[in-house]
């Protein structure tokens, strides 16, 4: 055989061979869907990307949440259409790249919930790479990654990992894997630590107080107990701790959670928030229309209850938070809301102390009714009571002594 035609043999041959690698034998097929950033704050933006690799149209279109006044100059291979705050990539057979512009500041009640200075930037994921309903052939699924950039010197840190280098995106039971979470970039400090067999990141600015060995600290003596309670909480965990121009309070994400630097891991009152976030990483699914109080007060109540069984706060350190959160909702005149914030998440607090007291009477215990709750997504109403009347062996009065006064949720599927 002439050269030319081993060497053309032996191309061939990798070819099928890498393709062969990648495929699933009698699996749904793959495409790649890379997902790249670059912050440039003397711009003001950050430069953002997704690049489809496929080699047969797996990866048809995808319909993108797409603001106007935050995402702007898309341009790419295909066609690409705006309508409203929605635009719609196709995408072409053998794949493509889309490229657009991103606005990171973003305000919450008129304080920073996203920001991006001339040393760091802070945003959810999702601020870069918007949520997107996809279109593809036979269920195929995406293999994904993403890439972060930007001024020398600058860190990035994701619940992925560091993504200074490409990492690996996976989303559980997703075809189309996006990054989502929170996400800190520029001059960090960062402390990282296995813990209860999680790994847990906890990323801020420098100089902004954040004392991040205190907060792995205090998560060697508290998660085990959560993980107890919540035992699909996710293998790795991001703190992102945010300096005193942003919003200043907590806000959790997947696999995730942002915490204000002036934030207490624990409060005058007891309550940690903390440790009120990472329960609402461990539990993920939002509630049901109606039903917001369900994940609020579990949130707040398993803040205490966790302080409690690992000996953080006494038993009557405990009772005393419990009293005080009771004179709150009754002051204020709180009560289960959906969205529940403050005397109202109060009010939910006490309900759900009050059901683990009614449980425990009967050799059950709350544990076993939030592990039930958030088995499938949609948490609600209907299925804590089902659960209840289950360990019950009957339905608790004090929860529908409670619900008779409470807005509709959704009506039971």
């Known amino acids: 055989m002439k050269q030319p035609q081993l060497i053309l043999c032996a191309l061939v041959l990798t070819a099928m061979s890498a393709c062969a690698a990648s495929a699933q034998p009698g699996g749904p097929p793959e495409y790649r869907a890379d997902f790249e950033a670059e912050f440039m704050p003397e711009a003001g933006f950050a430069r953002a990307s997704l690049t489809i690799s496929q080699s047969d149209g797996e990866m048809e279109l995808l319909d993108f949440s797409a603001p106007a006044d935050r995402f702007s100059d898309f341009s790419g291979d295909g066609e690409i ?3 409203g705050k ?3 990539w196709k995408v072409p057979r053998k794949g493509g790249r889309l490229d657009y512009r991103v606005r990171i500041d973003h305000q919450r009640n008129g304080v920073y919930d996203a920001r991006m200075t001339s040393d760091w930037a802070i945003a959810r994921l999702g601020d870069l790479f918007p949520a997107a309903r996809s279109s593809t052939v036979d269920d195929a699924l995406s293999r994904s990654s993403l890439l972060l950039s930007g001024p020398a010197g600058w860190r990035f840190e994701t619940r992925y990992g560091s993504a200074g280098k490409r990492v690996r995106v996976r989303e559980k ?15 960090l400090g960062v402390r990282r630590e296995k813990i209860n067999g999680r790994q847990v990141t906890v990323a801020a600015p420098r100089g902004i107080g954040v004392k991040r060995l205190e907060v792995l600290a205090f998560l060697r003596w508290n998660l085990p107990a959560l993980v107890e309670v919540f035992p699909h909480f996710p293998e790795s965990v991001l703190i992102v701790g945010a300096p005193s121009e942003m919003w200043r309070g907590g806000l959790s994400g997947p696999g995730s959670l942002y915490l204000h630097a002036d934030r207490p891991m624990i409060s005058e009152n007891a309550t940690s928030p903390l440790l009120h976030e990472l329960v609402h990483v461990a539990t993920a699914f939002p509630p049901a229309d109606g039903d917001d109080w369900i994940v609020e007060g579990l949130a707040e109540y398993y803040g205490l209850e966790i302080l409690r069984r ?9 009772e005393d938070a419990l009293s005080w959160l009771a004179d709150w909702s009754d002051r204020n005149e709180g009560h289960l809301a959906d969205p529940s914030t403050g005397a109202n998440t109060a009010e939910a607090v006490c309900l759900f102390h009050a059901l683990n007291q009614e449980l425990k009477a009967a050799g059950a ?6 592990i039930e709750l958030f088995a499938e997504p949609d948490p609600n109403r209907h299925r804590l009571r089902g659960s209840l009347r289950k360990r019950l062996g009957h339905p608790s009065p004090i929860l529908d002594s409670a619900l008779a006064d409470a807005p509709p949720g959704e009506a039971p599927q």
Do not use: N
């Not at 039971?173 to 929170?182: E, I, S, Y």
């Not at 215990?365 to 939030?370: F, G, I, K, R």
């Open 173 to 187: 039971d997703r075809r189309f894997d996006r990054p989502t979470g929170w996400m800190a970039a520029g001059k």
């Open 86 to 88: 929605r635009l719609v």
């Open 310 to 318: 690992t000996g953080t706060i006494s038993g009557q350190r405990f």
């Open 81 to 83: 259409a705006r309508s």
């Open 365 to 370: 215990s709350l544990d076993q009714v939030v």
